[in-house]
C-alpha cells in the first residue's frame, strides 16, 4: 500500500465477509426447502429467504467493487484518495440501506422484480450511496497524476453501473414493459459493465503479480471489454425471446449469446497467458490462485454454461427452470465473487503489513469453496435437466416433478457445505491478517 | 500486430455500432411489437391493480411468470387457462397456507376484490403472445 487513504478498502471487504456469510444461511434455507424441509416457513417463506439471497449478494458483490476502486483508483492515479470520511460514511449508509432493506423483506416491504427487491423510496437513498462513491473516486482519479487504462476501464464500468440502475426505477403499467427494462439493469450489468469492473480489476492484478508489461497487459484488456460489449449488448436479446416481443430477438439474442463466451475465453487465455509470460514470481500464491481462478471459472461458468441455454430452440424448454439456477450460481461465483476474492487476497498482505503469502488455509479455502461450488452446479444443473425431461417434455405435473427432486438437493447441500467450509476458511483467515495499519506503507508496492 | 490505440478503436466502435443497434430494436420492440403482442387495449385499471398486487407480495420470490422467477413454485403465465377462476380464488383467498404436495404456499387470504384484481391480472398476461413459451409437451403420449 502506497497511499493511507487506501485503507478504506478493507472495510468494504468486511462488509463483503459479513454478507457473503449471511447469503450463505439463507442459500441453505432455500435448498432445505426444496427438500421438502420448510420449517421456517412461518418466518421466513421461500419469497423473503430468495429476495435475501440475491441482494445480500448484489449488494456484497458491490461492496467489493467499491473496495477495488478505493484500492486500486488511488494508487493507479498516483493521488490520495480526496476524503476518506466520506468514504467511511459511503459505506456505512451502504451497509445501512442494505440492513433496512433486508429486514424490510421479512415484513413484505419489497418489490417482487426479481434482483432488483429493493423498493423505489430505497432505491433514492442507494443513488445517493453511489453518486457519493463515485464522486469520490472520479475526483480522485482526474486529480491524479495518470490515468492509466485500467483505472479509466474500471471507473468507466462503476459508472455505467450507476447510470444502468435507472431504467430499474421507471414504473411500468405493463408486464413486458417491466421486464424489458429490468433486464437492461440485470442483463447489461452482468454481461456488460460489471465484466468492465472484472476486466479492470483483473488487469490490475495481472500487472502486479505478473510483472508483465502494462502497455501490453492493457491493450488485451481493450480487446477484452470489446468483445464483451459487442456480444453482451445485443446478447440481451436472449432474455427477450418469450416475455411478450418479436422474433426478432430470438435471432439477434441467438447468435450474439452464442458470441458472449469468447469474451469469457479471451479473459481465461488471457490470464493463464500473461502468467505464464511473466518473469516476477510474485509471492502471493493465495491472490494467484484466486486470479487464474476467477478467469477459469467464469469461462466455464458463465460462457459455457450460458451459452448451453441460450439457444432459443434450447431455452424454450429450460427458460424459467432450475436450469438458470445451474448457469446462475457459476456464473456470479466464477466472474464476480471470485474476482472479488482475488482483490482481496491480493490486498490484504498489503493492507495490514502481514506477509500471510502462502497459508495452507488460504489454499485450503480456494480449492474447497471452488469444488464445492462446482458440485453445487452439477446437483443444479441434473434437477434442472430433469425438470426440463419431466415437466415440460413429458407434461408431469411441476408439483410431481419437485418431489421426483427433492434427491438432488440432498446433494446440493452436501456440496454448499463443502463450498461453505471454504468460505469459512477464507474468512478465518481475513481475520487473522488483523487491522490494516500504516506500518504497511510503502515506496513502492509489491 | 495490433496496437493499443486500433485495440481501443474496437473496443469503443464496436459498442457504439451495437449500442446503437440494440436501442433501434427495442424502440421497435416497444412501440410495435409490445401493444400487439400484450393486446394493449386489455390492460385495464383491475389488471394494473392485479400487477401492484403481484409484486408487492413478491409472487416471483417462488413462481416464475414470463419464465422469470424463483422456480420454487409454478409457472403462472397460463394459469388462468389451466386452473381456472374458482381454483385460483380459492388459492387466493385461502386463510391456511395451500399446501399441494406438502410445498406451502404463504396464506395470503386476500379478500374478493384483491383476488378479482389478481385474476384480471393473470387472465392478461395469460393472452399475451410469447413466440410458443410455454411448449407443449412433445413426448406426451
Known amino acids: 500500500m502506497r497511499y493511507k487513504s487506501q485503507k478504506v478498502a478493507y472495510w468494504f471487504f468486511g462488509l463483503c465477509m459479513l454478507l457473503l456469510s449471511l447469503q450463505l444461511v439463507y442459500g441453505f434455507i432455500m435448498a432445505f426447502a426444496h ?293 446462475g450460481h457459476l456464473a456470479f461465483w466464477g466472474a464476480y465473487g471470485m474476482i472479488v476474492f482475488a482483490i482481496i487476497s491480493y490486498t490484504l498482505p498489503n493492507l495490514t503489513g502481514r506477509k500471510l503469502y502462502d497459508s495452507f488455509t488460504g489454499l485450503l479455502a480456494f480449492w474447497l469453496s471452488t469444488i464445492g461450488m462446482l458440485g453445487m452446479t452439477v446437483a443444479f444443473g441434473v434437477a434442472g435437466v430433469t425438470q426440463v425431461y419431466l415437466e415440460r417434455k413429458v407434461g408431469l405435473e411441476f408439483g410431481d416433478v419437485q418431489t421426483e427432486l427433492q434427491v438432488h438437493f440432498f446433494i446440493l447441500i452436501c456440496c454448499a457445505t463443502m463450498f461453505s467450509t471454504g468460505i469459512g476458511l477464507y474468512i478465518y483467515d481475513f481475520i487473522k491478517y488483523g487491522r490494516p495499519n500504516d506500518e504497511a506503507l510503502i515506496e513502492q508496492s509489491l | 500486430m495490433l496496437s493499443k490505440s486500433q485495440a481501443r478503436a474496437f473496443f469503443l466502435g464496436g459498442t457504439i455500432i451495437t449500442f446503437v443497434i440494440f436501442l433501434g430494436l427495442s424502440w421497435n420492440s416497444l412501440s410495435n411489437e409490445v401493444p400487439k403482442q400484450t393486446h394493449v387495449e386489455n390492460l385495464t385499471a383491475q389488471v394494473v391493480q392485479g400487477k401492484h398486487i403481484w409484486e408487492s407480495n413478491n409472487c416471483m420470490g417462488c413462481h416464475t411468470i414470463l419464465g422469470e422467477g424463483a422456480y420454487y413454485a409454478p409457472e403462472l403465465t397460463k394459469v388462468y387457462e389451466r386452473r381456472g377462476e374458482g381454483y385460483i380464488k380459492t388459492v387466493l383467498t385461502s386463510k391456511t397456507p395451500w399446501s399441494p404436495r406438502g410445498r406451502k404456499m404463504v396464506a395470503y387470504g386476500f379478500s374478493e376484490q384483491e383476488a378479482n384484481d389478481m385474476i384480471a391480472f393473470l387472465k392478461w398476461i395469460g393472452e399475451t403472445d410469447l413466440n410458443g413459451f410455454p411448449p407443449k409437451p412433445n413426448l406426451k403420449k
Open chain 1, 35 to 327: 427438500m421438502g424441509f420448510d420449517n421456517l416457513h412461518a418466518i421466513i417463506p421461500f419469497n423473503t429467504a430468495r429476495a435475501v439471497h440475491t441482494n445480500l449478494l448484489v449488494v456484497w458483490l458491490l461492496s467489493g467493487f467499491m473496495g477495488a476502486a478505493y484500492y486500486i483508483i488511488p494508487e493507479e492515479a498516483e493521488n490520495e484518495l480526496v476524503s476518506v470520511k466520506l468514504a467511511y460514511v459511503q459505506l456505512i449508509s451502504l451497509a445501512l440501506v442494505g440492513v433496512i432493506a433486508i429486514i424490510g423483506y421479512h415484513f413484505n416491504y419489497w418489490e417482487g422484480r426479481k434482483f432488483l427487491e429493493i423498493p423505489r423510496p430505497l432505491d433514492w437513498l442507494v443513488v445517493i450511496n453511489v453518486l457519493t462513491f463515485l464522486g469520490l473516486i472520479l475526483v480522485t482519479l482526474f486529480k491524479g497524476k495518470k490515468q492509466t487504462t485500467t483505472s479509466l476501464v474500471l471507473t468507466m464500468g462503476l459508472v455505467f453501473a450507476a447510470l444502468l440502475y435507472l431504467p430499474g426505477m421507471i414504473w411500468f403499467d405493463n408486464q413486458t414493459m417491466d421486464s424489458f427494462f429490468r433486464w437492461w439493469v440485470v442483463h447489461l450489468w452482468v454481461e456488460g459493465v460489471w465484466e468492465l469492473i472484472m476486466g479492470g480489476i483483473l488487469a490490475y492484478l495481472l500487472i502486479k503479480i505478473t510483472g508483465v508489461d502494462r502497455e501490453v497487459i492493457e491493450k488485451w484488456l481493450y480487446v477484452i471489454v470489446g468483445l464483451t460489449f459487442i456480444s453482451g449488448i445485443l446478447g440481451t436479446g436472449h432474455h427477450y425471446y418469450y416475455i411478450g416481443v418479436g422474433k426478432i430477438w430470438l435471432i439477434i439474442g441467438g447468435i450474439f449469446s452464442a458470441l458472449e463466451p469468447l469474451a469469457f475465453l479471451a479473459m481465461a487465455l488471457f490470464a493463464i497467458s500473461m502468467y505464464r509470460k511473466g518473469e516476477k514470481k510474485h509471492p502471493n500464491k493465495i491472490a494467484l490462485s484466486w486470479t487464474l481462478g476467477t478467469a477459469i471459472t467464469s469461462f466455464v461458468g458463465a460462457g459455457l454454461l450460458g451459452l448451453a441455454h441460450t439457444l432459443p430452440q434450447v431455452n424454450m424448454y429450460t427458460h424459467g427452470t432450475l436450469v438458470t439456477a445451474m448457469h
